[in-house]
């Protein structure tokens, strides 16, 4: 990544539009001054993928029952540890009280202290009650701190009304910045920069009138990870120019080899400060539990009370049994091993599938495959009709249909999460199906 630029060269700041901004038409959704508001379903890639498919019957699929097989959506399918029911039963009075918003002694001292073991930090730099806030998941969290930094009244500058989204990525970056009424700018996120945004080459306006920025390590689709002097530039330009860093870490413990440095880590190599810095961690893929609905925010003390004052408002506390459940699974530290030999196997057979096509390469993270088929939007189609497969275009996650030149568009994402036999038969098929591409 390139150095950040000299923050005068954004020293006088207007509303963010196309023409100032001195970028690809591509990077920019077009709109005059202020930004725009959009409808939220033209983010929403799993609304669209219905869309696409409605007036398609599935073709037979190679499931043993020729029932069609979702690979369009990350649900893990390993079964959560059994002890996850005993906590929470434990104590059935507890689902009748509201829980404090800023969550239980017990929660945040296992979630500082999954941070520290994870990342090598200092014992002690996080303190539980002022640095982490339980959220119903990374994605509120995510969601949640966008309308929070958009309604911070007086303390945001009003020209400050960008929202830098890798591109293609998770669609509730771009739906947070609808929601809150600000401009989304996609910075592509494609083979030539190695899948990472590269912010460091965007025009030094559109950087100064950025609010925020949004990061996924290891990425969602692509599974590309930031070392350690990658995020440290990344933290280094948020700062010079005045825009807080999302960091979401959501697939942290889903990695194949060597577990991938995190935005705290450059955070202590910066000098230990926290400022305009927030991670967002989640039980759903370490612990195979999306649907416990547990995570939580770490970071900047003052970041975290404006996002909790939004959650008391519009969002849901965690409830207690969740987060004694959550509790015991921050601290279980052989759980995401077995999750990780697991998406190693699938990933071998992909790779004996795979190698070769669509542009398969291995990724640092994650557990899914993002192919080179040539045009997305019929390769899900074709798919879906003959073999009964459901996979997401990747034009849906890369910007609404309005945006030109979409970094996603010949791409299809593949979700593996079934076990080995169901996971081949698929990828045969969806190799018999595509040939070399469309």
């Known amino acids: 990544m390139s150095t950040a630029p000299d923050r005068a060269a954004s020293a006088e700041l207007q509303p963010l539009n196309e023409a100032q901004t001195g970028a690809p038409q591509s990077l920019v959704l077009p709109h005059q001054g202020p930004a725009r508001r959009r409808d939220p379903r033209d983010f929403h890639p799993f609304l669209r993928l219905n869309a696409l498919l409605a007036d398609i019957p599935p073709g037979s699929s190679p499931a043993p029952d020729g029932k069609p097989i979702n690979l369009s959506v990350g649900d893990p399918q390993i079964a959560p540890p059994a002890y996850l029911l005993e906590d929470l039963t434990a104590d059935l009075g507890a689902w009748g009280r509201y829980p404090p918003p800023r969550g239980t002694n017990d929660h945040a001292e296992a979630c500082v202290a999954y941070l520290e073991r994870r990342y090598n930090l200092p014992a002690g730099w996080l303190d539980p009650a ?23 009244g007086a303390d945001r500058e009003p020209e400050r009304n960008a929202v830098l989204l890798p591109s293609p990525g998770y669609h509730c970056y771009m739906g947070a910045a609808a929601v809150a009424g600000l401009a989304p700018v996609f910075v592509p996120a494609t083979a030539e920069s190695n ?18 920025a949004y ?3 290891p990425s969602n689709p692509q599974g590309t990870a930031l070392d350690l002097e990658g995020w440290r530039a990344t933290l280094h330009l948020a700062r010079a120019c005045g825009f807080a860093l999302m960091a979401d870490e959501c697939y942290a413990d889903v990695y194949l080899d060597s577990p991938p440095t995190g935005a705290l880590e450059a955070a202590v190599a910066e000098g230990g400060s926290l400022d305009g810095l927030l991670v967002f961690h989640s039980l759903s893929k370490r612990a195979s539990a999306a649907g416990l609905r547990c995570g939580f925010i770490a970071g900047d003390p003052a970041l975290i009370e404006r996002v909790d004052a939004c959650l ?4 849901a506390g965690v409830p207690l049994p969740i987060q004694r459940a959550g509790t015991r699974l921050w601290r279980d530290e052989a759980l995401p091993e077995t999750s990780r030999a697991y998406y190693r196997d699938l990933f071998a057979r992909a790779e004996r599938i795979l190698a070769g096509r669509y542009g398969y390469s291995r990724p640092s993270g994650g557990f899914f495959l993002w192919l080179d088929v040539g045009d997305g939007e019929a390769a899900a189609r074709k798919l879906w009709a003959e073999a009964g497969l459901r996979v997401l275009p990747g ?15 010949r791409y299809i994402r593949v979700a593996l999460v079934y076990d080995g ?6 990828l045969a098929r969806l190799v018999e199906v595509l040939g070399d591409g469309l």
């Open 130 to 152: 002022q640095h982490v806030l339980p959220v119903p998941g990374s994605r509120e969290g995510l969601f949640f701190a966008a309308l929070a930094l958009a309604t911070a």
């Open 195 to 212: 899948f990472l945004p590269d912010l460091a080459a965007l025009p030094a306006h559109t950087l100064g009138t950025s609010l925020l």
């Open 215 to 217: 990061l996924c390590s």
């Open 312 to 315: 008391r408002i519009g969002g």
């Open 395 to 409: 034009a849906y996650m890369a910007g609404p249909a309005d945006l030109p030149d979409n970094a996603g568009a």
């Open 421 to 426: 036999e169901t996971t081949e038969r698929a």
